[in-house]
């Protein structure tokens, strides 16, 4: 019996965004509003978690470990997941020097979800996915028998979740695009979309790990490559989290212009991109652009 929560969710809504400075390109810019997909789960955190979440029930699974930082929007959405569906969550935090003191805002709604935090240093947190670590970690974390979720979410399951995006996608734009950080999210989104069709992402952090990392994921979940994708490199900003006033500003009008909040961390760096790419002329007249809204602030 599949969970009320899990059932099916109507498609995310679609708007059309009036922007001269794309129409003076004959470009249109259209506005997935996955922000808006689940009410207390935004975006693409939803997608990825839901199958998991489905695969964790039927294995009969009553825990559910996952890692991230402290400001992780994963780690929240986790939590908040665990509490809808009755499941316990226990999140396994990057840095020992938290414990102890006061929750930062995140981390205070996780634990107000229920999530139990489970502190750890930062060299142990960068060895977690060899076998050893892990499952000395798990154990420490009284989680030795849950559902272990990877940092970030995304996961073979998860890209199935993502593909469905793209399948929503796939008759009304051109070019899909998406901000990424693990690169879970567009890694599903390219293959859900039609032919003929592109997924551009955009990297909200410096490093070049990502196409590799895409690839590895496609592997896991579809057997190979899947669909046509491409990365908007040169857009992070100085790197994840950093939003000069340049940014900031830009977001700030955007969202006046259009009545959209915009999550500054990933949203805005892939507005900021498909404007300046836009201007710059890297996509032909008659373009149809679908920018994929993750999250709201
Ligand atoms: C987590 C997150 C992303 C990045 O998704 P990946 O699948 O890790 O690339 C994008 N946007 C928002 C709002 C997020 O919270």
New binding site residues.
């Given amino acids: 019996m599949t969970h009320p929560e899990l059932r099916p969710r109507p498609p995310s809504p679609l708007t059309e965004a009036a922007d001269e400075r794309f129409a003076a390109r004959g470009v249109r810019l259209l506005l997935k509003r996955d ?1 808006l997909v689940h009410p207390e789960l ?4 939803w997608r ?1 978690l839901a199958p998991n979440l489905r695969a964790a029930l039927e294995k009969g699974h009553e825990r559910l470990v996952t890692f991230g930082g402290a400001y992780s ?2 780690l929240r959405a986790t939590a908040a997941a665990g509490r809808l569906l009755g499941l316990e969550t226990v999140g396994v935090v990057r840095g020992d020097e938290l414990a102890g003191r006061p929750l930062n805002d995140s981390l205070a709604r996780c634990a107000a979800d229920g999530m139990r935090l489970h502190f750890v240093t930062r060299a142990e947190y960068r060895c977690k996915a060899e076998p050893e670590v892990r499952a000395r970690l798990l154990d420490a974390a009284g989680a030795a028998d849950a559902y272990v979720i990877p940092e ?3 996961n073979a399951l ?1 890209l199935t979740g ?1 593909a469905e995006l793209g399948r929503e996608l796939r008759d009304v734009c051109d070019v899909a695009a ?10 599903g989104l390219a293959a859900g979309l039609g032919p003929g069709r592109r997924a551009l ?1 955009v990297p ?1 952090l410096a490093g070049g790990f990502l196409e590799a990392e895409i690839r590895s994921l496609q592997a896991a979940a579809f057997g190979g490559p899947a669909g046509s994708w491409s990365l908007a490199e040169g857009f992070d900003h100085g790197g994840y989290a950093r939003v000069p006033a340049a940014l900031d500003a830009f977001a700030a009008d955007f969202g006046a212009r259009h009545g959209l909040p915009v ?1 500054r ?3 805005a760096k892939l507005l900021w991109a498909l404007t300046a790419l836009t201007e710059a002329g890297a996509f032909p007249p008659g373009t149809t652009l679908a920018a994929v809204v ?3 602030p």
């Fill in positions: 922000d935004p975006g693409n955190k990825k929007n994963h970030g979410g995304s998860a993502c998406v901000a990424c950080g693990t690169g879970g999210t567009l890694a992402g909200v999550e961390i990933y949203v993750t999250g709201r």
